[in-house]
Every structure is written in structure tokens, then in C-alpha cells.
């Protein structure tokens, strides 16, 4: 279900949704090494955002907040 939102409220914002598939060891430890292996996380120039599994609407809101500081 998070995958879904994530695309639409990236589309939205005309950012694209980028999925890193854990399925090998050098993937993990990038993902690890950003924070991002125990939770799905949006990320905005190497920074996370938002992570966990938040509802739409605070998802939205950490893009947005994001955005505007960039």
C-alpha cells in the first residue's frame, strides 16, 4: 500500500519514485548506510524526509515541508 502513495503524492510534486529492491548485499548496505533498511523512507537529495509508514496526508506534508526548504 505504501508503494502506491508514495508514487502518486511523487507525481504530484513531479518527483519520481525510486525503489531500491533489497534483494542483494551491496543494495543493503547502501540502504543501511542511509538509514533505510527497516522502514520505507522518502528521501530528497540524501536526506529523509519522511520514513515509516505514515498516512497520506503526513506523507504529503513531510514532502511538502521538504520541498520548500530545498
Known amino acids: 500500500m505504501a508503494v502506491p502513495i508514495c508514487r502518486e503524492i511523487a507525481g504530484k510534486y513531479g518527483l519520481e519514485l525510486v525503489e531500491i529492491p533489497l534483494i542483494n548485499r551491496r543494495n543493503f548496505k547502501i540502504a543501511e548506510r542511509l538509514g533505510l533498511s527497516k522502514t520505507p523512507s522518502i528521501l530528497l537529495d540524501r536526506k529523509i524526509v519522511a520514513s515509516g509508514l505514515p498516512d497520506r496526508e ?10 520548500e526548504n530545498v
Do not use: G, T, Y
Open 58 to 67: 503526513k506523507l504529503e506534508e513531510a514532502v511538502k515541508k521538504a520541498l
